[in-house]
């Protein structure tokens, strides 16, 4: 079973769907970005924060989070228009199995 959101644009009526495990991937991933604001990513963890890169390696960890944001905005957002204004319902699809023969 597959669950989607199915997006109705209040402004241009425009229809659009996004998979509610893309978006929750998403969202996870923005919210743990969040946690890191201001800390290296990587090998870069363990950086004392000793001034050579001039912040650099900070901007870099801080980047993935903001992506994701960026990403899950994209999701939900109109892609006719651009407004956020719109009506969401969950719906649930089954997949049938591909058999190669």
């Keep these: 079973m597959v669950q ?6 209040y402004s241009c009526e425009t229809v659009w769907h996004s998979l ?3 978006e929750e991937t998403v969202k996870s ?8 604001l201001g ?6 963890r363990s950086c004392s924060y000793c001034g050579m890169c001039g912040g650099t390696v900070i901007t870099m960890g ?28 969950v719906r649930e699809q089954e997949v049938l199995e591909y058999v190669e023969t």
């Design 4 to 9: 989607e959101y199915k997006r109705t644009c």
């Design 20 to 22: 509610k495990s893309r």
């Design 29 to 36: 991933g923005a919210s743990a970005g969040a946690g890191r």
């Design 39 to 44: 800390q290296p990513e990587g090998s870069a």
């Design 62 to 89: 801080n980047r993935g989070g903001n992506d994701m944001k960026a990403e899950l905005d994209r999701l939900r957002t109109c892609p006719h228009c651009g407004s956020h204004n719109y009506f969401e319902e």
